[in-house]
T-cell receptor, first 116, second 110 residues
Framework: EAGVAQSPRYKIIEKRQSVAFWCNPI?????LYWYQQILGQGPKLLIQ????????DSQLPKDRFSAERLKGVDSTLKIQPAKLEDSAVYLC??????????????FGSGTQLSVL | QKEVEQDPGPLSVPEGAIVSLNCTYS??????FMWYRQYSRKGPELLMY????GNKEDGRFTAQVDKSSKYISLFIRDSQPSDSATYLC??????????FGQGTELSVKP
């Protein structure tokens, strides 16, 4: 079974530039998450999708971050404009929608973003 | 006060040692308790998953939950160099949102 795919693996940009990350979840997983992991910290949820709809985006800085999940499969996360404090690993995860399986997240390898 | 507290370490042990990793939490609404393992430059992978208070064993790994004390633990027996990684505790709220601990960096020396 193929895992969660993310690209690019690494990205270096200057502050005030824009950047986009792509995620393809495990086939059949209706729930998709974007997490931000700052060095030395645990992952923090940015946004959760269930199929096409947003379930939780309470911690997404909406003035600069946006995310979409068209057709309930792939997703993109965009930052515009980037700030120095956005330097982190951006992790995509997916899970099944039903019962206790919903809490079992499968993560991609992440995109490491450096903002200079 | 953070919802989930985890000692970041780092923790260094000799091969074959028993490792104990711990997290405390403050929110009584947490329903499921998990441990994830994260190797360098990789995403977290689910290691253990529990719901009720008590112990759950899987090979060399034992997860322990004490809801009355709001405390969870992960024990690794006969630790191996391949166990060297960052271990993250995670807890889920109703609705499925996960809250992660800071992670404990473990190094097992041959």
């Amino acid at each position: 079974e193929a895992g969660v795919a993310q690209s690019p693996r690494y990205k270096i940009i200057e502050k005030r530039q824009s950047v986009a990350f792509w995620c393809n979840p495990i086939s059949g997983h209706a729930t998709l998450y974007w997490y931000q992991q700052i060095l030395g910290q645990g992952p923090k949820l940015l946004i959760q999708f269930q199929n096409n709809g947003v379930v939780d985006d309470s911690q997404l800085p909406k003035d600069r971050f946006s995310a979409e999940r068209l057709k309930g499969v792939d997703s993109t996360l965009k930052i515009q404009p980037a700030k120095l404090e956005d330097s982190a690993v951006y992790l995509c995860a997916s899970s099944l929608i039903t019962g206790t399986e919903r809490e079992k997240l499968f993560f991609g390898s992440g995109t490491q973003l450096s903002v200079l | 006060q953070k919802e989930v507290e985890q000692d970041p370490g780092p923790l260094s042990v000799p091969e074959g040692a028993i490792v104990s990793l711990n997290c405390t939490y403050s929110n009584s609404a947490f329903q499921y308790f998990m441990w994830y393992r994260q190797y360098s430059r990789k995403g977290p992978e689910l290691l253990m998953y529990t719901y009720s208070s008590g112990n759950k064993e899987d090979g060399r790994f034992t997860a322990q939950v004490d809801k009355s004390s709001k405390y969870i633990s992960l024990f690794i027996r006969d630790s191996q160099p391949s166990d060297s990684a960052t271990y993250l505790c995670a807890m889920s709220l109703p609705g499925g949102k996960l809250i992660f601990g800071q992670g404990t960096e473990l190094s097992v020396k041959p």
